[in-house]
């Protein structure tokens, strides 16, 4: 069975903070992938990150870096210098990379408001 | 590529009443998947499809739901009777086997109101 965990419900920051999502998983497979979706007020589900399971390499994307570690089962997203418009409920996802169940396993989002 | 569609964007009805939602998955995709979001329960998947084929409706509620493929750009959701309970925002997504390391592209959603 697959599980994702995200234990920050909601976070509140004031703006040009840095913020650290957490995101902890579980599974048994050796092959997976890790997402991180963003979830804005607008209410639509847009793609942020994927990570191969064979890929521990961290990734910086402007504002936004992923810090997977297979070691403690974590892919944790930090945003730098937050901003009003981060504002958004965050959801990190499992995927089995192989020939079995195809269906993304979500963990239940942070919501993280940015104030300004 | 116009992405996910999903028809209609709100619906509001009457508790006992019928309830179908549409989605037109991306062209070429061939899994499609139906997932309930509720402040509860969050992201949970009802459904999804292979080639039209239904592979998993484990996460199908009850009797009441079900949920067709009739061809490759089509797919409803069906809630017969509708309940208060099954409020709740209702994604499509679809996906290319050869690419699901992509994930998903999902559509907007329909938001469902059972009165």
């Known amino acids: 069975a697959q599980k994702v965990t995200q234990a920050q419900t909601e976070i509140s920051v004031v703006e040009k903070e840095d913020v650290t999502l957490d995101c902890v998983y579980e599974t048994r497979d050796t092959t997976y992938y890790l997402f991180w979706y963003k979830q804005p007020p607008s209410g639509e589900l847009v793609f942020l990150i994927r990570?191969?399971?064979?890929?521990?390499q961290n990734e910086i994307s402007g504002r936004y870096s992923w810090n997977f570690q297979k070691s403690t089962s974590s892919f944790n997203f930090t945003i730098t210098a937050s901003q009003v418009v981060d504002s958004a409920v965050y959801f990190c996802a499992l995927i089995r990379s192989d020939t079995g169940r195809r269906a993304l396993t979500f963990g239940s989002g942070t919501r993280l408001q940015v104030q300004p | 590529d116009a992405g996910v569609i999903q028809s209609p964007r709100h619906e509001v009805t009457e508790m006992g009443q019928e309830v179908t939602l549409r989605c037109k998955p991306i062209s070429g995709h061939d899994y499609l998947f139906w997932y309930r979001q509720t402040m509860m329960r969050g992201l949970e998947l009802l459904i999804y499809?292979?080639?039209?084929?239904?592979?998993?409706d484990s996460g199908m509620p009850e009797d009441r739901f079900s949920a067709k493929m009739p061809n490759a750009s089509f797919s409803t959701l069906k809630i017969q009777p509708s309940e208060p309970r099954d409020s709740a925002v209702y994604f499509c997504?679809?996906?290319?086997?050869?690419?699901?390391?992509?994930?998903?592209?999902f559509g907007s959603g329909t938001r469902l109101t059972v009165v």
């Open positions: 499809f292979n080639n039209n084929v239904p592979i998993d």
């Open positions: 997504a679809s996906s290319f086997s050869a690419h699901t390391s992509y994930g998903y592209t």
């Open positions: 990570r191969n399971s064979f890929d521990e």
